[in-house]
């Protein structure tokens, strides 16, 4: 349209350059892109590049495509980004319908047969279907999640690209991640949050004085919910507490202590996990336990009702049974929508600089009444994942080999560590692997570390090993070891 | 053979069960049942829509004759982009049609004509009604309409502007349980709500400093609004010197200071006129959504009155607004 070139102001084209009016559609987000104000992030620049990079230049990661997943590629696309992925490994169950909405439950209408049976018609149910319908499907159900989202929102947002990817976040290559500027999780476990925490902090690098090279960050909003309650939060590695520096924040997972199963249950749960861990094992010995077989569920189902009798525990349900057992976390649409919405919200932010950023963590109680409330946190300088250098003393005469061995025996890394690599400001000092390396290391095992170090009485060592997601910093200092001889003063 | 009534049930017993697990399904049934009535749809309410069609509720009545629009559909997730092309739908049918995807279980349908026009019986039709964006005149009007029903007709008026979301809510009288920290059972509690005019009467002087400044900030644009006849959301920077010198006469009369009152809130907020943020849209939503669900199902401690958000500094803020003589609960 002609005269949209001549308004000194006018918002750029959007992506579809038809002429069509379509300038207007992104005129709610060009208003916070396109202004400056005391609200904005450092080194903010208000102008038309912003949201063409939000479009064309930035690529987002989406870890999940669940509850959170699917409010977050709604809520991204939205707001501007042109280019999304998402990544997850399950396919859809019909208890997802409740609020995964761009997954659908369909009726489709087959041909008006004369006559219908009622138990055709009973299946169809629904309250509003005045058809005379015989072909139900449930439209979605069985599909991968990933692949199913990705469809609906490229269909409903037109020029947002959704990548998906229907595997496990440990499938990937490592180099997979590096593709992206932002990385957002919608998931539900501890134990993936801890993996792809480890992934982003082992990208980056320090500085001598243990600033971290701002190029090699890659920001991680994090969301997660469990019935009313919510959390958002931003993780900057090597600026913010990173996932495993404030694992405490988390409530602990809700395991009993098997004397309680066995003597004193209280709880219908307690009656539930005892048929379920110990019971199965004892009376259908070799066999294995599949909780979506509806026959061992039932199976546990009876047991434990039997010992509620017994311990005179009323409460336990078939719908218990199956919660405790498959360890089901209730969830709702409402809760989230408000976090996910959240973490949209710092990730434009973070892309963009358009406005102060969270700082840093951010709980939702939709309970008694609201709790919606942002607290700032430390990191952990000596956490194991993030910290520019864990510190660690030794003696001044210590070989490589026994300082391996000192890893080895250090509480902290203990479990995390099978057999250490050892680098030095991108030295090889000792590869385990491969075996080519090891050979040719192999000899620095004997020498003094101090040496390999070029006499440096205190510096950070890159340590590596096969259990490692990222790398373990650790910041060695040389101390006076008590058999040691000082040259200068020997003899006098 | 079991009845089709039976099977219903095992069908939403299936599609509902991670929410059943939460509430229970004695508060599903209740849902089940809550009629809704939507005037005026906004990306906010859209979100809104989306949660509670989703949840289960009864039906959904949408009215908004506006015509479909580009700029309509930027925060509205509801709105598939090809359906734009001249079609000459409005939005509360463009809507509809996308909510009855989202849950075929859920009647919703469209109601067409001007709220201010329908005869006070029209409320007996619902058990709550959202009002989106509109004007502070026809928020009353309605709010004052619901409160004369024989049954009771909760009331909520939502609008996200920019950064900014506010919310109000009107469960008149309202009993629902809720399980405090520490206590075995659900004990049952009794609420009273003031009316939105009794809430705009309460006087600013008697606020206390840590007050929320938006509520302060959206009341003066609700009320300029009014004044100069302008539609709700319209405003832009070149209204602010006006806005000023409104806000001095608004304080004047509150004999409250004008800096109860920051020049650049308001400034941000005429700037932005009526545009919403998505995120913003969904968090707001998300919020309604749940306080909707609580009303109806009778269970759980509603928001009580007023909630304001800035996603700014991501701060959420219950502000309870009661005349000096209600028995505050």
Partial sequence: ?492 | MESVSELLTEQEAAIYDRQIRIWGADAQRKLSKARILVVGITGVVAETCKNIVLAGIGSLVLMDDSPMTFEASAANFLVPFDELEGQGNSIATVCASSLRDFNPMVQVSVEEGGISSKPDEFYDRFDAVIMGRSSLTLRTQVNEACRKRPHRVAFYSVDCRGTCGSLFVDLQRHSFTSKKAGDDKAAQQDISFPSLQEALNVPWSSFNKRTSKLLFALRIIDQFEVDVGRRPGQLSSQDLPDLISYRGKMCAIQKVPESFVPDNLLQKLASVGGTELPPVCAIIGGILGQELIKAMSCKGEPLKNFFFFDASDGKGIIECVVPSQMNDH
């Avoid at chain 1, 207007?24 to 400056?36: F, K």
């Avoid at chain 1, 064309?56 to 699917?70: E, M, P, Q, S």
């Avoid at chain 1, 994090?222 to 919510?230: Q, R």
């Avoid at chain 1, 510096?459 to 006076?480: A, K």
């Fill in chain 1, 1 to 492: 349209m002609a005269d949209q070139q001549q308004q000194p102001s006018s918002l750029p084209s959007s992506r579809t350059d038809d002429g069509s009016g379509m300038e207007n559609r992104w005129r709610d987000i060009d208003r916070l892109l396109l202004r400056s104000g005391n609200l904005v992030g450092p080194g903010f620049e208000p102008g038309p590049e912003l949201r063409e990079a939000l479009e064309n230049d930035f690529r987002v990661l989406v870890i999940g495509a669940g509850g959170l997943g699917c409010e977050l590629l709604k809520d991204l696309a939205l707001s501007g980004f042109g280019h999304i992925d998402v990544i997850d490994m399950d396919t859809i169950d019909v208890s997802n319908l409740n609020r995964q909405f761009l997954f659908r439950i369909v009726v489709s209408f087959g041909s008006i047969r004369s006559s219908l049976s009622s138990k055709a018609r009973a299946i169809c149910g629904w309250k509003s279907c005045t058809a005379v319908g015989v072909d139900c499907r449930m439209q979605d159900v069985g599909k991968p999640k990933s692949e199913v989202a990705a469809a609906r929102v490229m269909q409903r947002v037109k020029g947002v690209t959704v990548i998906p990817h229907f595997c496990k976040i440990e499938d990937k290559d490592i180099a997979f991640y590096k593709d992206f500027q932002i990385i957002v999780l919608g998931l539900d476990s501890l134990e993936a949050r801890s993996y792809i925490n480890s992934v982003i902090c082992g990208f980056v690098e320090y500085e001598e004085d243990g600033s971290p090279d701002l190029s090699t960050i890659k920001p991680l909003v994090d969301g997660g919910t469990e019935g009313f309650k919510g959390h958002a939060r931003v993780i900057i590695p090597g600026i913010t507490p990173c996932f495993h520096c404030s694992l405490w924040l988390f409530p602990p997972q809700i395991t009993f202590p098997l004397c309680t199963l066995a003597e004193t249950p209280r709880s219908p749960a307690h009656c539930i996990e005892y048929a379920h861990l110990i019971q199965w094992g004892q009376d259908r010995i070799g066999e294995y336990f599949d909780a979506d077989n509806p026959e061992h569920m039932k199976w546990i189902y009876d047991q434990a009702l039997k010992r509620g009798e017994q311990f005179n525990i009323s409460g336990i349900t078939y719908s218990l049974t199956q919660g405790v057992v498959k360890n089901i976390v209730p969830a709702i649409a409402s809760t989230n929508a408000v976090v996910a919405a959240t973490c949209a919200l710092e990730t434009l932010k973070i892309a963009t600089m358009c406005s102060t950023g969270m700082d840093i963590y951010m709980q939702y109680t939709g309970t008694e009444g609201i709790y919606l409330r942002t607290v700032p946190h430390d990191k952990d300088r000596n956490c194991i994942i993030c910290s520019p250098g864990v510190p660690l003393e030794v003696d001044k005469s210590i070989t490589l080999q026994k300082f391996i061995d000192t890893l080895l025996k250090d509480s902290r890394f203990k479990l995390k560590l099978s057999k250490p690599s050892v680098s030095y400001h991108g030295n090889n000092l000792y590869m385990q692997a491969p075996a080519v390396l090891e050979e040719m290391t192999r000899p620095n095992l004997q020498e003094q570390l101090l040496r390999l170090m070029g006499g440096e009485t205190s510096d950070v060592l890159n340590i590596n090993d096969r259990r490692l997601t990222g790398v373990l910093r650790v910041r060695v200092t040389f101390r006076e070891g008590a058999d040691t001889i000082d040259m200068d003063t020997a003899g006098t």
